[in-house]
């Protein structure tokens, strides 16, 4: 009876062990799967905008280059990835044309896109090099894209505090290349080339001279703002 005792308290200390290994390595295996990555970005940018509505129908197209920074969140399951992505860039703008209280505006300035994607990446079994495994992915794209003139304009209430920024909707593809190392803890490099369409939802021209305290002056729906861009992607997995 003693014997039995003994072996059974022996044999629950070894499924308790067990388990808790287990339980471990599933955590670890969960942990491992998740990864942030960020990097710098390149971008050309090409839009037709009235960027105000007005009678006659008028389009100007624009287009211009500009840098930025990526950011990304994912979980990884063998050769699909469930990913957020999302894109600041930064550029400048010659000759920006709209209507202001009847009026049209022309000045230079520059604008500001944040850009948020859910993204699913398939990565394929093509290894190059040995070192580069290549993946594509797609997905549902909501941005703001944000204008700012540097001067203020002559013979119209419109002054480079002010900011006219479109809610966008669209659509992104990518592909691109991410180093093969056994351990993320390595921070694998990645670079990557993609494509994002946007036409615009909704229009907001804003007070910004007191940085405090943003006045909303005008907000409306808009199908005025459309365009795309191309964009260059290197950074490194963090964690």
């Known amino acids: 009876m003693k014997t039995l005792k003994t072996i059974t308290s022996f044999l629950l200390t070894m499924l308790i062990a067990l388990s808790s290994v287990r339980a471990e390595s ?3 295996s969960v942990e491992d799967n998740f990864n942030i990555k960020a990097g710098i970005s390149i971008n050309k940018i090409y839009f037709k905008t009235s960027f105000i509505p007005i009678n006659e129908k008028r389009e100007d197209q624009t287009e211009s280059s500009g840098i930025g920074f990526n950011t990304s969140v994912g979980y990884k399951w063998n050769n699909w990835e469930l990913m957020v992505g999302s894109d600041v860039l930064f550029g400048t703008l010659k000759d920006m044309t709209f209507e202001v209280n009847s009026n049209d505006i022309t000045g ?13 990446r398939y990565y394929t079994p093509y290894i190059i090099y040995n070192r580069w495994n290549l993946f594509v992915d797609a997905g549902p794209t909501w941005s703001l894209h944000t204008f700012t003139l540097n001067n203020d304009l002559s013979g119209a209430n419109f002054s480079s505090k002010k900011r006219i920024s479109f809610e966008n909707r669209g659509g992104s593809i990518n592909i691109g290349f991410e180093e093969v190392v056994p351990f993320k803890e390595t921070h694998p490099t990645f670079f990557e080339i993609g494509y994002s369409y946007m036409r615009s939802h909704k229009i907001f021209i804003v007070d910004a001279s007191d940085f405090k305290d943003v006045i909303t002056l005008q907000k409306d729906n ?18």
Request: proline share 3%; hydrophobic share 40%.
């Open 26 to 28: 599933n955590k670890h």
């Open 222 to 239: 808009s199908t005025d703002f459309r365009g795309h861009y191309f964009i260059f992607r290197f950074g490194i997995t963090l964690f």
């Open 108 to 120: 230079n300035g520059h604008y500001r896109i944040f850009a948020l994607s859910p993204l699913v």
